[in-house]
């Protein structure tokens, strides 16, 4: 008879952190389901997770390690290309130094206490990662605002919910799940989108503020402004745990409606309707995402929305912006911190005399790396390893990534499939899918929990991302640990569970407390919310937040608008595809089988577009093609693009990386960025269209 088991484990096709049951029959996954127990998505499950079998057993998923040869690649075994990596990376330590090593990871696959570790141990200050545009910028400006990541309290029982910039019910990024925001508004919250494109929840919101992509610390100062002129804010809390107020109602008062109206489109009297709505609802509860940092005012945005919440009696309140605890384990910040690293070498950190509050994350701006790899300035990058990321396409000016990728003397590159950016590496290591994995998941998040993500399967030869650089890293020298789960006791130990426990128990949850500042106020320097920074003070950038213009807008660069007259929104998200993955599985993209670009019907009638053709997008850094859609939800001087996109199928043709990657549209020089943290403009930049008639 044939042996069939159930499996709980936990999805990572996206940020994860969903429950799973997996059904093994003759050790192959038949089957997937959501996990009607599980603490955070009680038995829901995403197009990605369910689709996760046709990624395990994918025909074209490479199962064995392979080498670059003269006449293509070739299979080789674990050992070989382990040593052959180790004796690359041991040759550039002698000759140039650990920091000419970059290790570089993507959105990540819950394997960054080990990257990291691999890193310090190998003495690089030089760790690549997404973080710079995505939620650790987020965290890294509120560590130094309020001490850690307000994250919207949804079980708390919110009466009104402001999504800015985000779409839960696609996306699920990070803390959260679709189906906690859904809940909390069936139950009767109010809401508030701002987003510039009409969506699902725009539909369903009590005030739409659509709102001029990449200006969105206006809006928020502007928020503050009705707040502060109508003594709107909680007065026992700005006096008792706020450090700054009298500068920061000076720097308010710089920015009237009328003046905010005019930078983000909004009217007035919405952003004023919207300010008191938010102020007066108690609890009520921000919950943000990725486009409000990938800007050159991302530092600036998140900084000023902490205080809304803050000054409204929002933070840390129950049902509004909880500041969580964490359960008692070894998190990935024990090891990101590269405290294992001497001041020597943190000091050589690409970019950490210019970014520095990037810096104090401990990540590097990925053009410091790509001017390291081509120039050899401040000093050369010589080899590096690549997890779980395809820069080529999700990184913005695709063709310089592409040209440092291609330059650097030695890469290698962990992933599922062959990408654009695995075409470069000269060693492929197969990666391990969650459903071949063991590892204490979400211990990087600041929802409270952490959650056991068992093995179900063993499939070819790949190896979970943990093992890989634990592996390579005795090929180094370095000391770990005899196993995978071995590890896992170590991060579990300050629970008083090991492995084994932690899979019976299956989650582990802080205990939480609202409101921790009234007894030990906030793990800022002055224990007090921090308007006014005295770090960012220290380090020689303005102390309060402001609002700077878009480095490339109508208003910024009105004549380069004269060519480009419209406002590209690059970042367009659907439920079927996390960032540029998943465009080879079969049940996603017949959902969605060409990347969409978005027009508004009059500007498409002006350049004599019709819906379902190919069009042509273009900036001053190239030109790409899109298929056209239709949509009055948007303003008629805003394109709104699908990024991520690349052709599994072209295999010849560098996958066409180069044919609809809008990232080859972006830019990323270095007055386009934001000051602080490094963060791209990924979102808005000037382009035009045209039909595609070839």
């Known amino acids: 008879m044939d042996a069939v088991k159930q499996v709980r484990t936990v999805c990572r096709s996206c940020h994860g952190g969903c429950g799973v049951i997996a059904t093994v029959k003759d050790n192959m996954v038949v089957k997937i389901e ?19 079998t046709q990624v395990a057993y994918h025909p074209d998923r490479i199962y064995h390690p392979m080498k670059k040869t003269a006449s293509g690649w070739q299979r080789i075994t674990w050992d070989e290309a382990l040593g052959t990596i180790a004796d690359k990376f041991k040759k550039v330590i002698a000759e140039y130094g650990p920091e000419s090593i970059v290790v570089g990871q993507g959105t990540g696959r819950d394997y960054e206490s080990h990257l990291y570790r691999f890193a310090n141990n190998l003495g690089t200050p030089n760790v690549l990662t997404a973080g710079h545009m995505c939620y650790v910028s987020r965290v890294a400006s509120t560590l130094i605002t309020c001490g850690t990541l307000p994250v919207a309290d949804y079980d708390g029982g919110p009466k009104l919910i402001v999504l800015w910039g985000v779409n839960p019910q696609w996306t699920n990024p990070d803390e959260y ?73 000076d720097r308010v008062k710089e920015y009237p409606l009328e003046k905010v109206q005019e930078i983000t489109w909004i009217d007035k009297n919405l952003i004023r309707k919207a300010a008191r709505m938010y102020a007066t609802t108690k609890p009520a509860a921000i919950h943000w995402g990725v486009p409000t940092e990938q800007t050159n005012n991302c530092v600036n945005y998140t900084r000023a929305t902490a205080t809304l919440m803050a000054i409204t009696g929002n933070l840390d309140a129950k049902g509004g912006n909880a ?34 509050l990037g810096a104090r994350v401990a990540l590097i701006n990925p053009k410091k790396a790509w001017d390291a790899m081509l120039t050899g300035e401040p000093y ?18 695709a063709k310089e990534a592409y040209a440092a990728l291609s330059k650097i003397d030695f890469l290698a590159v962990v992933d599922f499939f ?38 179900c399967v063993e499939i070819g030869e790949c190896w979970q991302d943990h093992k890989i650089f634990m592996e390579l ?19 579990l130990e300050p629970a008083g569970v090991t492995w084994e426990q932690f899979k019976e128990k299956r989650y582990l949850r802080g205990e939480m407390v609202y409101q921790k500042y009234k007894e030990r106020g906030f793990s800022t320097p002055t224990k007090k919310v921090e308007i006014y920074s005295t770090l960012m003070e220290k380090w020689g950038y303005d102390p309060l937040p402001k609002y700077v213009e878009v480095p490339e807008s109508p208003v910024s660069k009105p004549e380069v608008a004269e060519k ?25 993209r017949e959902v969605r089988d060409k990347p969409i670009v978005e027009i508004h019907p009059e500007t498409a009638k002006k350049h004599g577009i ?44 560098g996958h066409g990386w180069d044919v609809s990657n809008i990232n080859l549209l972006t830019d990323n020089a270095y007055e386009t960025l934001d000051p602080a943290m490094g963060s791209t403009n990924l979102r808005v930049c000037l382009c035009n269209i045209a039909p595609c008639n070839d």
Request: with cysteine.
């Open 380 to 397: 050369p990058l010589k080899a590096g390893i690549l997890c779980g990321t395809n820069p080529v396409v999700t990184r913005a000016n």
């Open 323 to 356: 500041l969580f605890v964490n359960p008692p384990t070894r998190t990935v910040s024990e090891f990101s911190q590269h405290k294992a690293l001497s001041p020597e070498q943190q000091k050589k950190r690409l970019g950490g005399d210019q970014f520095k």
């Open 177 to 249: 799940k679709g189906e906690r925001f859904w809940e909390a508004f069936q139950r009767g919250s109010k809401l508030i989108v701002v987003d510039p494109r009409r969506g699902f929840t725009a539909e369903k919101a009590d005030l739409w503020l659509q709102i001029r992509p990449g200006t969105d610390a206006a809006l928020s100062l502007g928020f503050h402004h009705v707040i502060i002129e109508e003594e709107l804010y909680d007065k026992e809390f700005v006096a008792n745990h706020v450090h700054g107020w009298d500068a920061w109602k």
């Open 473 to 491: 890293g005795k090929r180094m020298g370095q000391t770990w640990w005899d196993t995978v789960e071995d590890s896992l006791n170590y991060l």
């Open 34 to 52: 959501g996990d009607p127990e599980s603490p955070i998505s009680h038995g829901t499950l995403c197009s990605k997770g369910l689709s996760i």
């Open 418 to 455: 062959m990408t654009p950016t695995a075409d470069l590496a000269d060693i492929f290591l197969p990666s391990a899918t969650w459903l071949e994995q063991n590892h204490i998941a979400d211990n990087w998040k600041r929802h409270g929990y952490v959650l056991a993500r068992q093995k």
């Open 610 to 653: 019709q819906e379902g053709q190919w069009v042509y997008i273009e900036s001053p850094r190239g030109r790409v093609k899109q298929f056209a859609k239709l949509n009055d939800g948007i303003d008629p001087r805003v394109i709104v693009a699908e990024h991520g996109w690349w052709y599994p199928e072209m295999k010849q043709e």
């Open 564 to 588: 480009f007259p419209y406002i590209l929104d690059a970042g367009f998200r659907t439920p079927t595809y996390f960032h540029s993955a998943n465009r080879q599985v079969p049940l996603l």
